[in-house]
């Protein structure tokens, strides 16, 4: 037996016992008889009120019983007018959820219940079976709050929404609506004042931009008016500029290549193939991928493929100038094939020097080989990429302070697994450390002493720019590996009275093996961290400059 009057009310809902109207709802496409009463039902809504005033003219006889009148509900969902039922009877909104909620609003709006509207919206949108759905809802009944909820979910996910299957559906109002100027600015919101749309070039803007209607047409004059008159900060309101017009500069990025035709890209023995990427600019300068497939030497026909990155700034720019370091690839199109990775550290670029990178990157059989997993055979393509990094535009001032004549120089090599993987010449460097007033820095290199194995060769360098002719230095240095594990001490090596110059700015100290390194045995490595110290520690005994 029922405990209470909610439970009570439930009962005579789910039995239909003493119902005076039955409504007739679509579920699918079946029809559905639902039994209710109208005394509760006119208490709840004064929509029912009127409609069960004047029953003769809204209903019609049911085929098993002429004294019980049918509702004809042809707009609300059955499952949706059931959640809607047993709201009014006994505050039950178990059966309240994503699938039906929209239903559910649109029944408390049309029956005019308030008390429903506010649960319906309450289901979290990312719930909702239909968003395109919510939104129209949201606009048919002037819920202007939810329809920006509805509008930033949808740019927050358009990837996936705009392949589902409610998308398909929607018709071309509502397409207009969602992608209408109104729209675009209210998911922008704030953000659209940081787009820099002086900088768009005059035609795009006139020809995009303005149709569009996402600006305003004062906010379109002062476009118009900067890109006539920059300088025009004093032209007061409504046409002042609204839109940042500073260039935004990058100081990193990628370029990326996909080299098509591959297999016919190595041309005749004696010929150089060469192509180049699109151009990406970095801190104000165009940076290119260029790739060039030639013979390794003049005695071997062996071909062998060059990677470059190349700052192609104009020939007749000749004050330009900029230190980068950057990270090359060939991709891998293989699961659990690493990219084939050469690195460079903080090379100087100017009008002289307009390129750097890897000869011979990788032999081009070794490249076509379909077990190294660069080759994509069916498109014929391989795909090159550049992470690039630069650092700034003018070069260290050396000889700043002559006073200090020693110091220590120290580097951790990070990641060294990868590092160990990566192609012949490729290197890593410290921090500048400045004493007696020259630019010291270690690097570290990977060369190749046998077939099978690869070294890690550091070195000194004394990182003077190259038009500094006229400078030299005597030094004495110590190299250290630095130990990780108790009990092991660092390896050192010494150097005396070495004398750096313009020809001779660096000191190759040591080579090891890799695998000598990284065995945990000789302490050198840290495994859990996978990384290696380094440290120099200089003193500069004489000092040209």
């Not at 909820?149 to 409610?166: G, P, Q, R, V």
């Not at 193939?273 to 260029?290: N, Q, Y």
């Amino acid at each position: 037996m029922p405990k209470s009057a909610t439970d009570w009310m439930k009962l005579l809902l789910s039995t239909g016992e003493y119902a005076d109207v039955h409504f007739l709802v679509w579920d699918g496409d079946e029809k559905e008889l639902v039994p209710a009463h109208k005394l509760i039902l006119k208490h709840a809504s004064e929509v029912f009120k009127a409609m069960f005033r004047f029953d003769s003219k809204n209903a019609k006889p049911e085929n098993d019983s002429a004294n019980c009148p049918v509702v004809e509900v042809p707009d609300v969902e059955a499952a949706a007018f059931k959640v809607m039922l047993s709201f009014i009877y006994a505050g039950d909104l178990s059966e309240l959820n994503g699938e039906n909620a929209m239903a559910v609003l649109y029944a408390a709006k049309k029956y005019n219940i308030p008390s429903l509207v506010g649960p319906s919206l309450q289901i979290p949108i990312s719930k909702l079976s239909n968003i395109f759905l919510a939104y129209a809802q949201a606009c048919l009944f002037d819920l202007e709050d939810f329809a920006h909820d509805c509008l930033l979910f949808i740019d927050k996910n358009a990837y996936t929404l705009l392949k589902s299957e409610a998308f398909l559906q929607i018709n071309q109002k509502l397409l207009c609506e969602i992608f209408g100027p109104a729209n675009l600015r209210a998911v922008l919101g704030p953000a659209l004042f940081k787009i820099r749309f002086p900088l768009i070039s005059e035609e795009e803007f006139a020809n995009e931009i303005v149709p569009s209607g996402v600006l305003t047409t004062d906010e379109v004059i002062g476009v118009q008016q900067y890109n006539c008159q920059p300088n025009f900060d004093r032209i007061s309101k409504p046409y002042q500029l609204q839109f940042p017009s500073q260039e935004r500069i990058w100081t990193d990025g990628t370029l990326l290549m996909d080299i098509e035709k591959v297999s016919e890209f190595a041309g005749p023995a004696e010929q150089k193939s060469c192509v180049f990427s699109e151009t990406v600019h970095i801190k104000r300068l165009p940076w290119k991928i260029v790739a060039q497939i030639k013979t390794k030497n003049r005695s071997s026909y062996e071909k062998w493929l060059g990677i470059y990155l190349l700052c192609d700034a104009p020939e007749e720019d000749k004050n330009w100038r900029c230190k980068c370091s950057a990270t090359l690839k060939i991709i891998s199109q293989k699961n659990g094939v690493h990219n084939s990775i050469g690195t460079f550290c903080e090379y100087f670029f100017d009008n002289k020097s307009t390129n750097r990178g890897f000869e011979n990157f990788i032999s081009y059989a070794e490249l076509m080989d379909q077990s190294n997993g660069f080759y994509n055979r069916e498109a014929d393509t391989v795909t090159l990429a550049i992470d690039v990094t630069v650092k700034d535009e003018k070069t260290e001032k050396p000889f700043l302070d002559q006073s200090k004549s020693n110091g220590t120089i120290s580097m951790k090599i990070e990641k060294l697994s990868e590092f160990s993987r990566e192609i012949i010449g490729s290197e890593r460097k410290s921090e500048t450390v400045f004493i007696k007033g020259f630019p010291w820095k270690i690097l570290a290199q990977i060369r190749k002493k046998n077939i099978d194995e690869k070294t890690l060769d550091i070195f000194l360098l004394c990182d003077v720019p190259k038009e500094d002719k006229n400078w030299s230095c005597k030094c004495s240095a110590t190299l250290r590996i630095v130990s990780q594990k108790n009990g092991v001490s660092d390896f050192r090596r010494e150097l005396e009275d070495f004398v750096f110059d313009r020809k001779k700015n660096n000191l190759g100290y040591y080579a090891i093996f890799f695998a000598e390194l990284m065995d945990p045995e000789k302490g050198f490595y840290n495994e859990s961290e996978d990384k290696v110290t380094l440290a120099m520690e200089v003193i500069v005994k004489e000092a040209k400059n």
